[in-house]
């Protein structure tokens, strides 16, 4: 991961997104033995004291050391707390919150809301724990974008995904792959959703019932979107019985992971413009799909074009 | 039917926060093929799978946002997935059909009465 990333990432995150809201805090009329037992249970190194919903001071490790060097005495937490706090706005970018834990030394700081209540405490591993959340949810999207291959052919896009059978939880990549560069070039959500739903659906029949997995290419152009999708067995039994909804030949672990409702074909046919099926039992199953794309379905501003001669094609 | 209201409504946790929004319709199916088949627009998803997928499928027809029932906890991947794609994602302990109830009741604007236990 390159320093320029962590880096846009602390200035684009926001406080809000780092801070714990699960914090203890004690009341400023307690002893502080009740603030001492508090922080060890909660293993924390410091809470904010709050009298109702206002924030008055906070209560560190370093206060009590001094409480116990003092002695120990009955005191209250109000007799060693620190007044003068320093808080942050959930509202700051990241950045901010770093620059102050680098700045004071402390090792938590109390969040404050718009009204300026306090809503949350952040610390150096709550903000590491996000940065952590955030790449690699970067990194699951990038895997997902990466999925299939796809090149320039002159004006047509062409995405080439092998689908591997079994492989249940890659089913939707495809889909979620082709519907982005749908909506990258311009496609409106109509043309997209059932575009993205076919091939939903066909990468999940690929994966449940084929043997080997398969193949799936888009093509896509100006005037119309095509899927092919291929793949070597079994073959479907019977075309007729399996076009009719509610039919499945889906086990019962296929259903609990949420597919085999026997809607697949029926849905991929209604989604199309034209459909076509093709299977041989014991030699596989060829299925084209074609979206015809209307002028409406397209935004008005194309979206740049990317040169042509096959080059592989980068996702933003 | 604002997607907080529904969220407060179900009293859902929600996982994945992104700006709240309008929904006009909610599909409900733990069979994530019968969420693909729905002809609904501009709706919410309320599902007891947690696999990534039910993510997947949220995106493949467009869905709003995703409300798991049953307080099933979705594993990290499907929450990084929502999150990347910017899904709105919640879980509710109440099952299908008091989900169902509650949002029905959030969605037409009738009162009905949120005292549904989940035992």
Request: with cysteine; charged share 25%; hydrophobic share 40%.
């Amino acid at each position: 991961m390159e320093y320029s990333v962590i880096h846009e990432l602390v200035h684009r995150l926001k406080v809000s997104h780092a801070m714990s809201t699960d914090y203890v805090t004690v009341p400023p009329n307690v002893a502080m033995r009740v603030a001492q037992q508090r922080m060890r249970e909660a293993r924390a190194g410091g809470m904010p004291v709050t009298r109702g919903d206002e924030m008055v001071g906070i209560v560190t490790t370093e206060d009590v050391i001094l409480w116990l060097d003092g002695g120990g005495r009955d005191d209250l937490v109000e007799q060693w707390m620190t007044r003068d706090v320093v808080t942050v706005d959930r509202r700051w970018p990241l950045t901010e919150a770093m620059g102050l834990f680098g700045k004071t030394g402390f090792g938590r700081l109390p969040v404050l809301d718009e009204g300026g209540q306090l809503c949350g405490v952040i610390t150096p591993e709550s903000i590491l724990k996000s940065l952590l959340d955030e790449v690699s949810a970067m990194l699951t999207a990038k895997d997902e974008a990466e999925s299939g291959r796809a090149t320039m052919d002159g004006s047509v896009l062409r995405i080439e995904f092998d689908v591997p059978a079994r492989d249940y939880e890659r089913a939707g990549m495809a889909s979620v792959r082709v519907k982005r560069e749908l909506a990258a070039r311009g496609f409106k959500p109509q043309l997209q959703r059932r575009v993205a739903i076919a091939t939903h659906e066909c990468e999940t029949n690929l994966i449940i019932h084929t043997t080997e997995g398969g193949r799936i290419v888009a093509l896509v152009d100006d005037g119309s979107v095509k899927l092919t999708v291929s793949d070597k067995g079994p073959g479907i039994e019977d075309i007729e019985r399996a076009m009719v909804p509610g039919f499945s030949t889906a086990s019962d672990f296929v259903r609990d992971l949420g597919f085999g409702a026997g809607m697949g074909l029926p849905n991929i046919r209604k989604c199309a413009d034209r459909f076509e099926i093709r299977s041989k039992r014991g030699s596989g199953t060829w299925l084209h799909l074609e979206f015809d794309v209307t002028p409406g379905d397209r935004a008005p501003a194309d979206p740049p074009s990317t040169d042509g001669g096959g080059e592989e094609v980068r996702i933003r | 039917m604002w997607w907080s209201d529904l969220i407060a409504a179900l009293h859902a946790t929600p996982l994945v926060e992104l700006p709240d929004f309008e929904a006009q319709s909610v599909a409900a199916a733990d069979l994530l093929s019968d969420i693909l088949a729905t002809d609904k627009e501009d709706f919410v998803i309320l599902t007891g799978q947690i696999s990534p997928q039910a993510i997947r499928t949220a995106l493949a027809v467009g869905a709003l946002g995703v409300v798991v029932v049953r307080g099933k906890q979705p594993p990290q991947e499907t929450v990084r997935l929502a999150k990347s794609y910017g899904v709105p994602l919640a879980v509710t302990e109440l099952r299908m059909f008091e989900a169902c109830y509650v949002a029905g009741g959030v969605l037409w604007n009738t009162p009905l009465s949120t005292s549904l236990s989940t035992d």
